[in-house]
């Protein structure tokens, strides 16, 4: 099936460009949730708008433009699907995948396989746009080009799988409150989940 990252990936990427400010309060909320000067891995890279503002040195994703273009912004790239990683396990401090668990053919097999690649005690994070949100509704009425092949979960959804997958200590925090067009400066990041659109989800191996 073509990759419809690699068929719109400048305008995939100029989305963070034209919704600057959801963009940093998403990255905002990453970064409080990622160790400081660890060895990390983003699942789901993308384009690197995100690997290369939390400086996390690797990034994998089954989009070769989008890689190209995180390539170029400091990213070790490689091309491979999410449930089978060409790492060796026990490798990364943390591994972060930003809304990418809507996008992978099998979720609980995704998280598996982080969880294989992390040393023990590593962390993983996940970013979500939380199905029963504000923003979350909209994408699924809407069925953007991005999102028409994506299925969104809900945070409890998403602790389930991970509690599965037997991450521990999982933790939320959350941001987005309003709506996209809507938001003229950076948003705060609250704990929990139920409010914000855009969810972080912690938890360690």
Known sequence: MTNIFDIYTEEYDNWFLENHYAYLSELIALKEAIPDSKL???????????????????????????????????????????????????????????????FVDEPERTLKEARRILKKGGKLIVGIIDRDSRLGKLYQKKKSKFYQVARFFSSLQVIELMRRSRFRRISASQTLFDDIEKIEQIDQTRDGFGEGSFVVLSGVK
């Open 40 to 102: 990390g891995i983003e699942i789901g890279v993308g384009t690197g708008r995100f690997s290369s503002m939390l400086n996390i040195r690797y990034g994998v994703d089954l989009s070769y433009n989008s890689l190209k273009l995180a390539r170029e912004r400091g990213c070790e790239v490689v091309l491979a699907p999410a449930e089978n990683l060409p790492f060796s396990s026990n490798t990364f401090d943390y591994a972060l995948l930003m809304v990418t668990l809507c």
